[in-house]
Nanobody, 115 residues
Framework: QVQLVESGGGLVQAGGSLRLSCAASGRLFSINVMAWYCQAPGKQRELVASITSGGWINYADSVRGRFTISRDNTKNTVSLQMNSLKPEDTAVYYC?????????WGQGTQVTVSS
């Protein structure tokens, strides 16, 4: 049993900041990749940022320089610090964990950025 619990979403003004957090619990063994995805209405779910257990990080071009992903391996958490938010960032953000070749998803948290 694996559960991902997300928090930190909300409504902010353009230029503001939010910090999303995701905590993994349950039968956790070797968590390879932790990531954040977003899905806006009518669009495909897209990778925002990912981080491996060794610290390798990838960012989507649209968020590079504004968002920062981090993880705490001892606590099995992953966070996404979102700065300089734009209305285009409005979406549901999902936590994703890859473990032993299996992908797990959080329930999603809504991020709304007003202009």
């Amino acid at each position: 049993q694996v559960q991902l619990v997300e928090s930190g979403g909300g409504l902010v003004q353009a230029g503001g900041s939010l910090r999303l957090s995701c905590a993994a619990s349950g039968r956790l063994f070797s968590i390879n990749v932790m990531a954040w995805y977003c899905q806006a209405p009518g669009k495909q779910r897209e990778l925002v940022a990912s981080i491996t257990s060794g610290g390798w990080i990838n960012y989507a071009d649209s968020v590079r320089g504004r968002f920062t992903i981090s993880r705490d391996n001892t606590k099995n958490t992953v966070s996404l610090q979102m700065n300089s938010l734009k209305p285009e960032d409005t979406a549901v953000y999902y936590c994703n964990v890859a473990m032993s070749g299996v992908s797990y998803w959080g329930q999603g948290t809504q991020v709304t950025v007003s202009s």
